[in-house]
Every structure is written in C-alpha cells, then in structure tokens.
C-alpha cells in the first residue's frame, strides 16, 4: 500500500474497508439532495449551517468553521499554523502526519488525537495541555464517549474536528467542521481554504442530517449489538480482535485474510501503512447482522 493510502473501493460486493453508518443516510438528506436546485454560489460562510450546528450542540454559531470533508480542515489547519512538531500516537489516521509534514514550519506544537481511534476503536485520553490539542472526533458519535464540545469555553487550546461523513452516510458529499473557542485562530484557518469550498448542496444536506431526531440512539443501538456479536464470533475463530469502543473493529490473524476475502467480493481495509501494524491486521466497519453474516462466513472458509 501507499504510506498514506486509505480504504473505501466501490469495485467490492461488499465494502468492510469504509467505516460509516450501518443504517446508511437518512431518507431526510436523501431527500435534500434530489429537491435541491439552487444553482448559485453557496454561501462562503455557510450561515444557515452554521446557525444549525450551533442549535445541534449548544454553542454560539461562530465557534464553527465549515469544510470539505474532515480532510481539507486538517490540511488547513497545519497550512494556517505550520507546526514546528506534531505529536501523535501511532497507530492513528495518517492525514495529521502527511498534513504536518507538508506544511512544516516554525510554529507551535501541535498534539493530534483522534477519540475513538482509528485504526483502534478505542477511546482516548484527553491529555491536560497548553498545546494546541486538535481532537479528530469524527468517530464520537458512534460510541458513549464523551465529546470535548461543552469545555471549548474553558479550554481555547482545543480545535475539535467533527464530520458529517460517518454518522449522516455522506460520505460522497464531503462536508466536516471545526469548532473552537478561539474565534480568530478559526478565521486565520479559513484564510487557508479555498472560496466556495462547501457545495451549495452539501450546506442543505448537513441542515437535513442535523434535524434528524432519533438517529444517534438507533446508530448506537445496532452497533452496540453488532460489535459484542462481532467480537465474540471473529474471536471464536481464532482471530485478535481489539477492544473498539465505536463502529470499527481492528483484528489480526496470523493466516492472511485480505486477499482471500477480496477473491470472495469482500473489501477490508488493509493496515499495514499504520504506524506500528503490519499486514497480519485488517480493519473492518460494522455492518448490519446479514452483512456481518456474509463476512463470517467468508472468513470461515479462509481459515
């Protein structure tokens, strides 16, 4: 694999490799996607959005910065603040090392952390710092864990990175956000965005996604049981699996799996460009229990 290459292959039958909701999108933003027909500029500042992720989490609209998917923040953020070092425990997402390599400078340190972990699944640690702590919790909404949202105010050091991607199924849509109580240093990033960088349409997809009212609780529902059933079935087998907290599962077999489960129609994600992995692991997103099945059985037949 390449040092920085990532999951998700449409090619596959069935695509472990991805890691977002098992219940798919809401019919809500299905909805918003094929009724919208403004095509003007979006707004640049994504107001209405903005106004509406305030609403959603109890913070003032201006503690929000909107992007093109959790990615290009992560870019902007290193292009804004060009860490002198960037502190991350490994194995983790590997866009805060290729984003703080690029864009490598003078300034301050920068700690990344991402709560659940991904390749892990587990939850974090949040550390007591006064270094620039960006938090990636991207995977938050998927767990019980608790999100670093309400102590912004008291803790300005802290840029947490949500995404729309995972939880809302939008992942072809590309729309995550920034939120921080440091107001200017959220507009000295924007200076590193491009114009229009949130589509016209994914703004009225997010408005959608953030109204939908029992999403959350029926998400963790079906993860919480497809995770404990996940675990024990793969550990049966005679595979590693790690203790996640969210809706992916880091297993390790001693007998290659990727590549018989690809022959089968069956993508996982491959970790051996983790830091610290090797191609003994693979990681999976739960899916429902008759995709979960077919992947069992798969699996089964390798071993």
């Excluded at 219940?23 to 095509?39: I, M, N, Q």
């Excluded at 229990?289 to 069992?296: A, F, G, M, Q």
Aim: proline content about 5%.
């Amino acid at each position: 694999m390449l040092r920085y290459e990532h999951g998700g292959n449409a090619n596959y039958a069935l695509d472990f490799s991805v890691n977002t909701n098992p219940l798919g999108t809401p019919e809500s933003v299905k909805r918003a996607v094929r009724e919208f027909a403004d095509y003007s500029y979006p707004d640049p500042d994504c107001k209405k959005l903005r106004f509406a992720l305030a609403k959603h989490h109890g913070i003032p609209p201006d503690m929000f910065l909107c992007g093109n998917g959790a990615s290009e923040l992560i870019m902007s953020v290193c292009a804004a603040l060009k860490p002198k070092a960037a502190h991350i425990k490994q194995p983790t997402f590997s866009e805060y090392e290729r984003c703080a390599e690029l864009h490598k400078g003078g300034g301050a340190d920068i700690m990344c952390i991402c709560n659940p972990n991904n390749p892990t699944g587990q939850l974090a640690d949040i550390p007591d710092t006064e270094n620039l702590l960006l938090i990636d919790e991207c995977f938050i909404e998927f767990s019980r864990g608790e999100t670093m949202l309400p102590k912004l105010k008291e803790r300005p050091n802290i840029l947490v990175l949500r995404a729309f991607t995972k939880i809302y199924g939008m992942a072809g849509l590309r729309l995550g956000y920034l939120c921080s109580a440091d107001t200017d240093l959220l507009v000295r990033i924007k200076e590193y965005l491009p114009a229009w960088n949130v589509s016209g349409i994914a703004q009225s997809a997010g408005i959608a996604a953030l109204s939908e009212k029992d999403w959350l609780e029926k998400t963790l529902e079906i993860l919480e049981t497809e995770r404990e059933f996940m675990t024990a079935e793969l550990t049966s087998l005679g595979l590693s699996v790690t203790p996640s907290d969210c809706n992916i599962l880091l297993i390790k077999s001693e007998r290659p799996l990727r590549e018989k489960l690809k022959q089968r129609g069956i993508f996982t994600r491959s970790c051996e460009n983790f830091t610290g992995l090797d191609n003994k692991y693979i990681r999976i997103g739960l899916k429902t229990r008759e995709e979960n099945l077919v992947l069992l059985k798969a699996i089964g037949e390798v071993l």
